[in-house]
């Protein structure tokens, strides 16, 4: 569940079409009893000084370059030090879905288990022992994802009620309908015996504490029905 990132920055310096950089004129001021005279008429120094300087503008330049990526790579892991807000992450519930859950009652079972649906499918009911195909987000109380097929990018695909998955998303499926979308409050002790560790940017999740998953059934393979 862990990802990581890397910053491939490549460097390279245009010299114009004679592969010779364009040096800026050098000019040495005149003096008066070792002393600068900003007033005095400047007098351009010989080539050799020119090239000199030219150089020594070029890995000016480079180190400048190098000194800027150096600060752009430190204030991006600052700011991942700092705790500053991550990136938004896909949902299957948005702002607008949040606030009509506020509205729609809550479904407790014998086991402890609560659900909402947030749509009511039209399609059959998953039988036990068969495969289903889902979308689902995994969250702690607090709304921290710790796990999501859409961040995967990929359909989670397993057999109902056979113990490939916790106790309490295997209850919360098997009475959903194909078209269905449903929050899952899933008990301790329905949940995860001995936790789950934390990943970067994931919340730990604690032995049997409980957990929130937000469920969309897709279809059931090898289960055809008509759609209205």
């Given at each position: 569940m862990a990802s990581s990132a890397s910053l491939l920055l490549p460097i390279r310096c245009t010299f114009g079409k004679s592969d010779s950089p364009n040096c800026q004129k050098v000019y040495r001021i005149n003096s008066g009893v070792g002393v600068q005279s900003l007033a005095s008429e400047p007098r351009r120094v010989e080539a050799v000084t020119a090239k000199d300087e030219c150089v020594f503008t070029n890995r000016r330049n480079l180190i400048n370059l190098g000194l800027g990526?150096?600060?752009?790579?430190?204030?991006?892991?600052?700011?991942?030090?700092a705790g500053l807000p991550p990136e938004e992450k896909p949902k299957l519930c948005d702002d607008s879905c949040e606030k009509e859950l506020e509205n729609i009652p809550m479904i407790t079972t014998e086991s402890g288990l609560q659900y909402k649906d947030i749509k009511v499918g039209g399609g059959p009911s998953p039988p036990v022992g068969f495969q289903v195909a889902a979308n689902y987000v995994a969250m702690v109380p607090s709304g921290q994802i710790f796990d999501s097929s859409l961040e995967k990018g990929q359909i989670y695909i397993f057999r109902v009620g056979s113990g490939q998955v916790i106790k309490g998303l295997d209850e919360g499926i098997l009475s959903m309908k194909v078209g269905g979308k449903r929050r899952i409050y899933v008990p301790g002790p329905l949940a995860f015996p001995k936790g789950l560790t934390s990943a970067p940017g994931r919340p730990r999740v604690a032995a049997n504490s409980p957990v929130i998953f937000d469920v969309s059934l897709l279809y059931i393979p090898g289960?055809?029905?008509d759609e209205e």
């Open positions: 990526l150096v600060s752009f790579l430190s204030v991006s892991t600052f700011a991942e030090a289960l055809e029905y």
